[in-house]
């Protein structure tokens, strides 16, 4: 029996390899920490390898803490060497738009859990733009669902845009915050629908899991627990027998001659390689390390990397986009209690000018915290008292997301000129938007122009088409589809080049609504471990 | 406008820190749907000398609005708990404690909680506190900002007492339930979010 290590982490936890496992799921995020459970309840033999540590659950006061005081760093330890990238074109934020851990980027999420429209599995067919999935919304369905019931999402029937459910939330919905009905109003004048937000967070206790206590720091961190992170099935599928190792970073995958991926190498931090063998192996490590690692794991017979005979892999990344408005009011808005959204509009996802998914978010944190503001104030004592109650308390905001529609050139390289902590050329990603991108930016503002005016609103900033940011939703790098030619992975997530490698993940969306992409990631995860199953 | 000790366990909530196992596990702890009923607060196992809370609560005295009661136990409360079982947090406020207090006898030739309070407010103001970056690492006056300044500042706004001064009941960082981000205006002070933690 090999010598036992735990990797230079000095914790004492093996990080030597298992025998040969059934499954290796790469990557502890939602999608892998859910397809690692089902399989593992199945009576799978599953490895999971995760980059990032475990963050211990009883430490996140403190890093909510880091979250409110300035000068005590990232609560998730992103950035340094192991995270090193570059980028060009617009330039994205790469580090602050991911966690690696125990958890993937739920652990910093912000909870919003919508499904895509049934338009966006045929945006090709119906308009005539990017890609059509080579599945329906009927056939994501009752993955759905499941996801639903996974999460523990709490929404409500009332939104007339949604694409039909068969069942209630699972959780009753949160109710409506005093500045939402103050946008009530307003809307229902201009004709605008508002309805509930379905939220990954609880609003009952649920699954072992503490409602919501309104700690307001929801996005980074949840210190009560409401809010659903895949520790969640991560503690499930290690409960269902699933071995999951921190701390192990894979380097490449390696191939046998019958095209079927045979071994994840992986490092621990005392620069130590292992090899990880198993039957199915499933890469499930965000929208850029998904398509980074099979760059990466290129060989001799796949020189542009594995599973690239397409030759677009990293190709196509897309994110949402980031438009708002916002101003003062002259009354209470009751900002900044919590930190999450109960009201949103749909009504204008479907429209065909611009075709371009669009919603809206009726923001319940606009304008500044004034414990937050306290803590960057340049004085002190009455007069900051005094600063505080001017900048706070009559805030209104709206938020929207934007679809992004697919560009090859939009996309994630290898760029050998830096490496990372392992010697590994680093994620390059190029990014930009396009004038269409930039048009229907401009129109979801005149939306929130129109309601902010009509509520009485003096409109004070504007984030457009110069301004703008994604929303830390890195999707499109190895889409799938029908045909092998122009596509990476099936249906399934099941790599057309090599039979046990599955790609899981917003990589996998061919097109990326304007929906928030985790329930659909979730659905698809589910949707492929059957798949996965069946395979074993 | 007073300060209570309910105010510095509310504040403390929002750090982690483990004074007061019982309530803080149990009020403000990051419970499980199995928690179990809140029990009564018990007391830190760390403790204060007179001197550096003198200069804590001087210190605050220049931080805090001036019409606040209470201020003292509050603080003491406050930094019993932020310091209890992390130890490297307390060496870092004592040094930036010390070092301020030097300061003030070298410029004004007597410990820092002793001077007045505009002399205590000059003093920082004059090496730069108020415009520092908060670093625990950096210079003297950047560790002032985040040991002493910060640390109070923030114990300060994130209890629902302090909140409440600025229009917030439920400020960021306390664990105040999810009913006041529905009222159209603050509920009186009896009904503190603070006591309603578990609602929801």
Redesign the interface.
């Known amino acids: 029996m090999a010598e036992q290590s735990d990797g230079g982490v000095g914790d004492g936890t093996d990080r030597t390899p298992a025998a040969r496992a059934d499954v290796c799921v790469v990557g502890a995020g939602p999608a892998g920490a859910l397809v690692a459970h089902r399989l593992a309840a199945a009576g799978a033999d599953v490895v999971v390898l995760e980059a990032g540590p475990r963050f211990d ?9 880091a979250v ?5 760093g990232d609560p998730w330890e992103m950035g340094g060497p192991r995270d090193a990238y570059t980028t060009g074109g617009r330039g994205y934020p790469l580090n602050a738009a991911r966690v690696k851990g125990i958890g993937g980027s739920t652990l910093h999420w912000q909870g919003m859990v919508m499904r895509l429209h049934e338009r966006d599995f045929e945006m090709q067919t119906r308009h005539g733009v990017g890609a059509d999935w080579p599945l329906s919304y009927a056939d994501l369905q009752p993955y759905y669902a499941a996801a639903e019931r996974a999460f523990g999402v709490a929404g409500a029937m009332d939104n007339p845009y949604a694409p039909p459910r068969e069942e209630p939330f699972p959780l009753p919905a ?5 500045s939402d009905s103050l946008f009530a109003d307003a809307c229902e004048r201009l004709g605008i629908d508002m309805h509930s937000v379905p939220n990954a967070r609880n ?4 699954d ?10 929801c996005k980074p961190v949840c ?3 409401a809010k659903y992170t895949a520790e969640s099935h991560v503690r499930k599928a290690e409960r269902a027998g699933a071995r999951v190792v921190d701390h192990a970073p894979v380097q490449r995958l390696e191939h046998d001659d019958d095209d079927r991926v045979e071994t994840a190498v992986y490092a621990t931090p005392d620069g130590r390689e292992h090899r990880q063998s198993a039957r199915q192996f499933v890469i499930a490590c965000g929208g850029v390390e998904n398509a980074r690692l099979l760059l990466l794991s290129a060989s001799e017979r796949y020189p542009e990397g594995l599973a690239n005979s397409s030759g677009v892999v990293g190709r196509f990344f897309m994110d949402h986009l980031f438009a708002g408005a916002g101003g003062r009011l002259g009354e ?1 808005t ?1 900002q ?4 999450f959204n ?1 009201s949103e509009c749909h009504q204008f996802y479907d429209d065909s000018e611009p075709v371009e998914g669009l919603k809206l978010e009726f923001l ?1 944190y606009a304008g500044p ?4 503001e ?2 960057g104030a ?5 007069d ?2 005094e600063q ?2 001017d900048a ?2 009559t805030h209104v905001a709206i938020g929207a997301l934007v679809e992004q529609l697919p560009d090859a050139e939009n996309r994630v390289t290898l760029d050998p000129s830096e490496r990372d902590d392992h010697g590994n050329p680093v994620p390059r990603v190029e990014w930009s938007l396009d004038g269409r991108t930039e048009r229907a930016i401009e129109h979801a503002n005149a939306i929130q122009h129109r309601i902010l005016t009509e509520l009485g609103a003096e409109v004070e900033w504007t984030v457009g088409p110069d301004a703008t940011g994604p929303a830390y939703h890195q999707m499109g790098t190895t889409r799938m589809g029908s045909d092998p030619e122009s596509s990476v992975v099936d249906a399934d997530c099941r790599s057309h080049d090599l039979s046990n490698l599955w790609v899981l993940g917003s990589s996998t969306f061919p097109t990326g609504g304007a929906m928030n992409p985790t329930l659909t990631i979730a659905a698809l995860s589910l949707r492929a471990a059957d798949a996965l199953e069946a395979a074993l | 406008m007073e300060l209570t000790r309910r105010d510095a366990l509310a504040a403390l909530a929002a750090t982690g820190s483990a004074v007061g196992g019982g309530v803080l596990a149990g009020r403000y702890g990051a419970p499980t749907a199995e928690s179990a009923p809140e029990s009564e607060p018990t007391h830190s196992s760390a403790s204060l000398s007179t001197p550096l809370l003198d200069l804590l609560d001087g210190v605050a005295e220049v931080l805090y609005p001036s019409d606040v009661e209470g201020r003292r136990a509050f603080v003491e409360t406050y930094v019993l708990g932020r310091i209890d079982d992390r130890p490297s947090y307390r060496a870092g406020m004592d040094e930036a404690a010390a070092q301020l207090d030097a300061l003030a006898r070298d410029w004004e030739d007597a410990a820092y909680a002793t001077l007045d309070v505009e002399t205590r407010d000059r003093l920082l103001r004059g090496i730069g506190v108020e415009t520092a970056d908060p670093v625990p690492d950096g210079t003297l006056t950047e560790r002032v900002r985040f040991y002493l300044v910060n640390d109070l500042l923030f114990a300060f706004y994130a209890s629902p007492t302090g909140g409440r001064l600025v229009g917030i009941e439920n400020p960021i960082g306390h664990p105040g339930g999810i009913e006041s981000y529905q009222r159209e205006s603050m509920s009186d002070a009896a009904a503190t979010p603070g006591e309603q933690a578990d609602d929801g």
């Open positions: 659950v009883d430490r996140r006061r403190e890093q909510q803490e409110i005081r300035p000068g005590m949160f109710p409506p915050s005093h609003s009952e206790p649920y072992g899991r503490a409602a919501c206590q309104g700690y307001g720091t210190p009560s627990g209470p009751r900044n209690h919590i930190g109960t319940n915290s004034p414990v937050m306290a803590l340049d004085t002190w004592g009455d900051l008292l505080l109650r706070y308390g």
